[in-house]
C-alpha cells in the first residue's frame, strides 16, 4: 500500500514535470510575446523614423508647406508640446503635491472626508481622456471664458478668453494629470520613515515646521518622479486638445496664453488622417513619431530611475 | 546652577504651560488652505460631471428639438431687425467670431440665401420628426430612401440622424476584441511575473511594460493605421482595411499595460505564506501559483479586468485611427466601425455650440463618463476588498 | 530651576504611591495619576500612577510590548499625533497638567526632549541636524550657533570624532556617532526633562557605555527617564526603577530596592531573568 502510494507520487510528478514546463513555458511566451510586440513598435518607428531626423526637422517650421518632405519641420510643435506642459506642471504640482500633504500628513486616515477625496482621485485616474476634453470645453472655454470676455472685454465682439487657447489646454491636462502627482506624492510621503517627522516634532517644531523643512525636502525625488509621469503622460495626449486648443495649423508660434498651438501628438493625427498622399509624407510622419516618443521616453526613463533610486535608498534606510 | 544659557533666551517657568496654546496664525492658516486645496479633485469630479450633464441633459429630458422641418421654416429677410443679435446668430448657424466680422450686408446676404435654399429643399416625410427625442436615438427607424427600419446615426445629413445605438455597438465590438486580445496575455504575463521568474528577470519585464504604458495613445493608433492594418489585412484577407479588428488590437496595446499592473499587484499581495504552505505540501511552482495563489487573487483578476475595459472604452485616439469610422451596425468585427469616442473626437469640433449635435455629442460624452465610473467603482471595491481579506488573513 | 519646588504647594497630595517608601511623592516633577491610555480599542496601559523626581534617572523596565514606550510618549504628548488615541487620568509637570485645556503641545516638546530608540538624525549635516533645533528655539545669530553646536556635541562626546567633518551627512556616521548626535540634538536645546527610549538598544559595548557615561553626566542638569531592556544598565545608571507589565505598573522604588529586595514576585522574576 505505501509502496503503491510512493509510485503514484512518482507518476504524479513527472506528469507534473511535463506540466511546469508547459505552464511556465506558456506565460513564459506571453511575456515575450508582449515585449516582443513593444520591441516591433519602437524598432519600426525607429527604422523609418532616423532617417526623417536632422537638425532642419526639429528647428524647422511649417511655413513653407507641412506635408513637404524636406521642408517641413516639427519645431512649432516641439515648442507647443512643451509650452502646454510646463504650463500644466505649474498649475498641477501645487495643487497635486498639497492634496498629497493633507491626505498623508493632516488628515485622519478614516475620516470621511479623506474617503471622498480618495474615491475622487481613484475616479479622476479613470476618467476617458475625450471626457476631459469635454469639459475643458464646456467648462474652461464656454463658462470661464465666455464669461471671461464680458468683463474683461466688453465691447469686444471677438471672443479673446472664450476660445481654444493655451491656457485652456494646459488647465485641461493640469486636471487629468492630478491623481498621478498625487499618487506619486503620497508615495513618496509614505517612504519616509515616521521617524523622521517624530524627531522634528519632539524637538519642538510645528507641523508646519516639519512638513517644510524636513518633509518635502526629503520627499523632493518622489514628488520629482510625480511630476515627471505627469508631464510624460501629458505630454502624448491629443484627445484632450483637440477642442481645447491645439491647431491643425498656425502661421506662427504661440504668444499669448489665449493663442492656439500646434502640438506633436495632435500633428500625428493630423499627418496620418489628413495628408494628402501618405506614401510621400511617410517621413514626416515617422519623423513626428519618433520625436514625440523620444521626448516620452526620456521623460519616463528619468522617471523611472529617479524612482529606483529613491526605493533603494529608502531600503537602505529602512 | 552652570549651565549654558538657554539658547531662546531666559528659560521660563512652567507656568507657561499653562498660559494657555501660543496662536500660530501661518500654522492655522496653512492647515486651512491646505485642506481646502485637497478638495480640489472632490470639485473637480463633481464640476466634470456638472458641465458634461449640463449640456446633455435637455437631450435627456426630450427638451432638445432637431426636427429638420423647424429649421427649414426660414425667416422673411425684413425680419433681421426684430431679432436680436444672439438670436440672429443661432438662426444664420454662425460661430461668435463669424458672427462679429460681418456687417450688416452680409448678414442680410446671409438671410436671403438661407430663404433660398430652404425653398429648395424637398418636402422630406421625415423632416417634421424630433430625431433626438430617445425613440430616434435608442430605436431603429423606417427613413426615408431606406427599405427597412435602421439604427442610423448621421447627424450632418439633411435629417439629423442620431441613433447612438451603431455607436454603443462599435464601442462594444472595439473594445471586446482588445481584452480578448490583451487579456490572455497580460495575466499570463503577471503570472509568470509575479510567481515563476527568476527575480533579475523580472527587473527587466516590469520596466518594459511600463514603457508600453508610456507610449502615447495617438503613436499606438498610428501604428494601427500605418503598420498593423496593413499585415493584419494580409493576414486575415478581410475587405476593410482599417475596422474594429485592428483597432481593437492596437487598443489592447494600450490595455496591457494597465491589466498587467493591476493583476501583477495582486498576485505579489497574495501572502507568501500562501504559497509557501502549497510548497511545503509537494506542489510544484506553478502549481502553487495555479492552485493556490491565483484563486487567491481571483478578485484582483477581476478587476484588473474590469478597469482594462474602462480604459478600452475610453480610449479615443487609437480607435480614432484605427477603425475606419463608418458608423455601421455590424457585429462583424471586420467592418468598418464607429466608436462613440471617435465620434466625439471626429465631430464637436464642427459643431453649432448649444446645438442639438453638440448636446448628443456630450450626451455621448456623459455615457462613457458613467460606464468608466461605474468600472473604475466596481474594480476599486473589489481591489480594497481583496486587500483587506488577505491582509486580514494574514 | 526654582520651579521645581512648585509642586508642593500646587499639587494636591497623590493618591498612595504604587510602591511604599518610592520617590518622595512632593518632590516628583513629573507625575501621572490614574492614566491609562487605548489604541483604538485596545488598552495599552491601565492606571498608570507614579512620580518621577528631579535631576535623578529613572529607569522604565519591563517585557517587550508592556508600553514603556507608550508612556514615555505620553509625557511630550507625542501621542497625539496617532490616530484614535484616547487617555484618561492625568499628567503633570510640577502641578501642570499637560493634557489641560490650554497647554500648547510645542511649548511643551521644546522643554522635554526625547531620544528615539532607532536613532533618526536627519538626512542634513551634523552641524544642520543640531541647528535645526537651535532655529527652531530662535537662535539665528551665526556665531550663537555655531558655539551652541560645538557644545552639544561635546556634550555627548561626539566633538572630537566628528569636529573635521561637521558639515558632511549626518547618515554617514556610525549607528553609535548617530544615536549620540541624537542626544546632542535633543541636549542642544536645554529642555528640561529628557527621555530616553532604549538609546543604548542597537549598539556596541563601547557606544553604550559612551552613553552610559553621558547620562550620568547629563543628570547634573537634565531629570532623565530612561526605557531599557538591559537590566545592568538600569541597575548601573538609573537612581529610580519602575517596572511595567501588561500596561500595568507593577513595581515603582530605588533602584537598589528594586533590584536586591523587590515587593513583588514578577519583579523579582523579572529583574533576576527568571520571568517567562
Ligand atoms: N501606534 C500604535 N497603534 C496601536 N497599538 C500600538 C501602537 N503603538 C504601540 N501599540 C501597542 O501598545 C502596546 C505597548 O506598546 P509600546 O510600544 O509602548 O511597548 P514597549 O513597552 O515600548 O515595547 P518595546 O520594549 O518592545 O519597545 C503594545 O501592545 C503595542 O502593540
Ligand atoms: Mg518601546
Not at chain 2, 353 to 360: Q, S
Request: contains cysteine; aromatic residues 8%.
Amino acid at each position: 500500500m505505501t509502496l503503491h502510494g510512493r509510485w503514484e507520487v512518482g507518476g504524479g510528478s513527472r506528469r507534473g514535470a511535463a506540466w511546469s514546463v508547459l505552464f511556465t513555458g506558456a506565460t513564459g511566451l506571453a511575456t515575450a510575446l508582449i515585449l516582443a510586440m513593444l520591441a516591433v513598435i519602437l524598432v519600426n518607428v525607429a527604422w523609418h523614423g532616423w532617417p526623417a531626423l536632422s537638425w532642419r526637422f526639429v528647428t524647422a517650421g511649417t511655413e513653407a508647406d507641412m506635408f513637404e518632405v524636406g521642408k517641413a519641420g516639427v519645431f512649432p510643435m516641439i515648442f507647443g508640446t512643451t509650452a502646454r506642459v510646463i504650463l500644466m506642471t505649474l498649475f498641477v504640482i501645487p495643487v497635486g503635491v498639497t492634496t498629497a500633504i493633507y491626505l498623508h500628513e493632516y488628515a485622519h486616515t478614516t475620516s470621511v472626508l479623506t474617503r471622498v477625496i480618495r474615491t475622487a482621485v481613484a475616479n479622476l485616474a479613470g476618467v476617458p481622456s475625450i471626457v476631459f476634453g469635454l469639459f475643458g470645453l464646456g467648462f474652461f472655454i464656454h463658462f470661464l471664458g465666455d464669461r471671461l470676455d464680458l468683463v474683461l472685454h466688453p465691447d469686444n465682439p471677438k471672443p479673446i478668453w472664450g476660445k481654444p487657447a493655451l491656457l485652456w489646454a494646459s488647465l485641461t491636462l493640469a486636471v487629468m494629470t492630478l491623481p498621478v502627482v498625487i499618487v506619486a506624492t503620497e508615495e513618496a510621503l509614505r517612504g519616509l520613515s515616521p521617524g523622521l517627522r517624530e524627531a522634528s516634532l519632539a524637538l519642538g517644531a510645528t507641523k508646519l515646521q516639519t512638513i517644510w523643512q524636513i518633509v518635502l525636502p526629503n520627499a523632493l525625488p518622489g514628488i520629482l518622479t510625480g511630476g515627471i509621469l505627469a508631464v510624460s503622460r501629458a505630454a502624448g495626449e491629443v484627445a484632450p486638445l483637440l477642442f481645447t486648443g491645439a491647431a491643425y495649423y498656425m502661421a506662427e508660434l504661440p504668444r499669448s496664453l489665449t493663442d492656439q498651438f500646434m502640438d506633436l501628438g495632435y500633428h500625428v493625427f493630423v499627418l496620418s488622417t489628413q495628408s494628402p498622399n501618405l506614401e510621400q509624407t511617410r517621413p514626416i510622419l515617422y519623423g513626428t513619431v519618433l520625436v514625440l516618443l523620444l521626448l516620452t521616453f526620456a521623460l519616463n526613463a528619468t522617471a523611472i530611475l529617479v524612482r529606483a533610486r529613491m526605493r533603494r535608498r529608502q531600503r537602505a534606510a529602512g | 546652577m552652570a549651565e549654558p544659557s538657554h539658547p531662546g533666551g531666559r528659560r521660563p517657568g512652567w507656568q507657561a504651560l499653562d498660559r494657555g496654546q501660543r496662536a500660530r496664525p501661518w500654522e492655522w492658516v496653512a492647515e486651512q488652505a491646505i485642506r481646502v486645496v485637497s478638495v480640489t479633485a472632490i470639485v473637480l469630479v463633481f464640476l466634470i460631471f456638472v458641465f458634461v450633464m449640463r449640456e446633455a441633459l435637455p437631450v435627456l429630458l426630450g427638451r432638445v428639438n432637431s426636427a429638420a422641418a423647424q429649421e427649414r421654416r426660414a425667416l422673411p429677410v425684413e425680419q433681421m431687425d426684430r431679432l436680436d443679435p444672439e438670436e440672429l446668430r443661432q438662426y444664420l448657424e454662425l460661430s461668435r467670431k463669424e458672427f462679429a466680422e460681418m456687417d450688416r450686408d452680409t448678414l442680410r446676404l446671409l438671410m436671403e440665401v438661407k430663404l433660398e435654399a430652404a425653398e429648395e429643399v424637398p418636402e422630406d416625410k421625415d423632416a417634421p420628426l424630433n430625431t433626438a427625442a430617445w425613440r430616434y436615438l435608442l430605436g431603429p427607424h423606417q427613413w426615408t430612401g431606406y427599405d427597412r427600419p435602421a439604427y442610423i446615426w448621421q447627424p450632418v445629413s439633411s435629417i439629423h440622424k442620431y441613433n447612438i445605438v451603431p455607436l454603443i455597438v462599435g464601442s462594444l465590438k472595439t473594445s471586446v476584441v482588445a481584452l480578448l486580445f490583451a487579456v490572455p496575455l497580460a495575466l499570463a504575463a503577471a503570472l509568470y511575473v509575479s510567481q515563476l521568474a527568476p527575480p533579475r528577470l523580472k527587473e527587466w519585464v516590469k520596466p518594459g511594460i511600463e514603457l508600453l504604458a508610456g507610449i502615447p495613445s495617438v503613436v499606438l493608433g498610428f501604428f494601427g493605421l500605418v503598420v498593423l492594418a496593413t499585415f493584419l489585412q494580409q493576414v486575415c484577407g478581410y475587405a476593410s482595411r482599417l475596422n474594429a479588428f485592428v483597432a481593437g488590437i492596437a487598443l489592447g496595446l494600450a490595455c496591457i499595460p494597465v491589466i498587467f499592473s493591476i493583476a501583477e499587484d495582486a498576485l505579489t499581495s497574495v501572502p507568501r505564506s500562501f504559497s509557501e504552505a502549497a510548497l511545503a505540501l509537494g506542489s510544484s511552482r506553478w502549481q502553487a501559483a495555479w492552485q493556490v495563489v491565483l484563486p487567491a487573487a481571483v478578485p484582483g483578476v477581476f478587476a484588473a479586468i474590469v478597469l482594462g475595459f474602462g480604459r478600452a472604452v475610453g480610449e479615443t485616439m487609437v480607435v480614432l485611427m484605427a477603425s475606419g469610422n463608418a458608423s455601421l451596425l455590424t457585429w462583424s468585427v471586420f467592418d468598418s466601425t464607429r466608436t462613440m469616442t471617435a465620434t466625439i473626437a471626429a465631430e464637436l469640433a464642427e459643431t453649432v455650440f448649444g446645438g442639438h449635435h453638440y448636446r448628443i455629442l456630450f450626451l455621448l460624452g456623459a455615457l462613457l463618463f458613467a460606464v468608466t465610473f461605474l468600472s473604475n467603482l466596481l474594480g476599486e471595491l473589489v481591489i480594497q476588498r481583496l486587500k483587506r481579506r488577505l491582509e486580514g488573513g494574514r | 530651576m526654582d520651579d521645581v519646588s512648585l509642586p508642593k504647594v500646587r499639587l494636591p497630595e497623590p493618591a498612595p504611591e504604587p510602591s511604599p517608601g518610592g520617590a518622595g511623592a512632593g518632590e516628583a516633577l513629573l507625575r501621572t495619576e490614574g492614566l491609562s491610555l487605548w489604541y483604538g480599542s485596545a488598552r495599552a496601559l491601565h492606571n498608570i500612577t507614579l512620580g518621577i523626581p528631579p535631576h535623578r534617572v529613572t529607569a522604565f523596565i519591563g517585557p517587550s510590548g508592556c508600553g514603556k514606550s507608550t508612556l514615555l510618549r505620553c509625557f511630550n504628548r507625542l501621542n497625539d499625533l496617532i490616530d484614535h488615541v484616547r487617555i484618561e487620568g492625568r499628567v503633570a509637570i510640577a502641578g501642570h497638567d499637560l493634557y489641560g485645556p490650554g497647554v500648547d503641545a510645542i511649548e511643551l516638546r521644546k522643554r522635554v526632549g526625547m531620544v528615539f530608540q532607532k536613532s533618526n538624525p536627519f538626512p542634513k549635516s551634523i552641524y544642520e541636524n543640531i541647528a535645526y533645533a537651535l532655529r527652531l528655539h530662535g537662535l539665528r545669530e551665526r556665531r550663537r550657533l555655531d558655539e551652541v553646536v560645538e557644545q552639544s556635541l561635546r556634550g555627548a562626546a561626539l566633538w572630537d570624532e566628528v569636529k573635521d567633518r561637521l558639515h558632511r551627512s549626518a547618515l554617514g556616521l556610525s549607528g553609535g556617532q548617530q544615536q549620540r548626535l541624537c542626544i546632542a540634538r535633543a541636549i542642544a536645546i536645554q529642555p528640561d526633562i529628557l527621555l530616553m527610549d532604549e538609546p543604548a538598544s542597537a549598539l556596541d559595548p563601547i557606544a553604550t557605555a559612551r552613553i552610559e557615561d553621558l547620562i550620568l553626566e547629563l543628570k547634573q542638569r537634565f531629570t532623565i527617564v530612561i526605557v531599557t531592556h538591559n537590566m545592568q544598565q538600569a541597575a548601573r545608571i538609573s537612581d529610580y526603577t519602575a517596572f511595567f507589565y501588561l500596561g500595568e505598573l507593577i513595581e515603582f522604588d530605588t533602584t537598589r530596592r528594586v533590584f536586591t529586595n523587590p515587593s513583588q514576585q514578577q519583579t523579582e522574576d523579572y529583574v533576576t531573568g527568571r520571568f517567562g
